[in-house]
């Protein structure tokens, strides 16, 4: 099984930048696509951006412009840069990953979360 550690939230005034980190520990595994989730008090999860093993991203439109979404495949860590912050923004934000282990059908796995609050 592959685990996902986060870090990186906290928080920030509108305008302002924050940058997430997501790390996948575990053992003999290979990582497809990742990606950033978030959800707001009272609201779905929603897909912010996700990058596949080849580079290749997708945004959302509340944050395309303002976020990027990016990958250190040797490191099996993705990051998530968020500039110009606003109060919308604010949301728990969640790590994905579909992964492969040897003699495994590929699986998905979910970091805890880390709070992003940002303030007007």
């Known amino acids: 099984q592959v685990q996902l550690v986060e870090s990186g939230g906290g928080l920030v005034q509108a305008g302002g930048s924050l940058r997430l980190s997501c790390t996948a520990l575990?053992?003999?595994?290979?990582?497809?696509?990742m990606g950033w989730y978030r959800q707001a008090p009272g609201k779905q999860r929603e897909l912010v951006a996700a990058?596949?093993?080849?580079?290749?991203?997708n945004y959302t439109d509340a944050v395309k412009g303002r976020f990027t979404i990016s990958r250190d495949n040797a490191k099996n860590t993705v990051y998530l840069q968020m500039n110009s912050l606003k109060p919308e923004d604010t949301a728990v934000y969640y790590c994905n990953a579909d992964y492969k282990q040897p003699f495994r059908r590929s699986s998905n796995s979910w970091g805890q979360g880390t709070q992003v609050t940002v303030s007007s």
């Open positions: 990058i596949t093993s080849g580079g290749v991203t």
């Open positions: 575990g053992s003999s595994f290979s990582i497809s696509a």
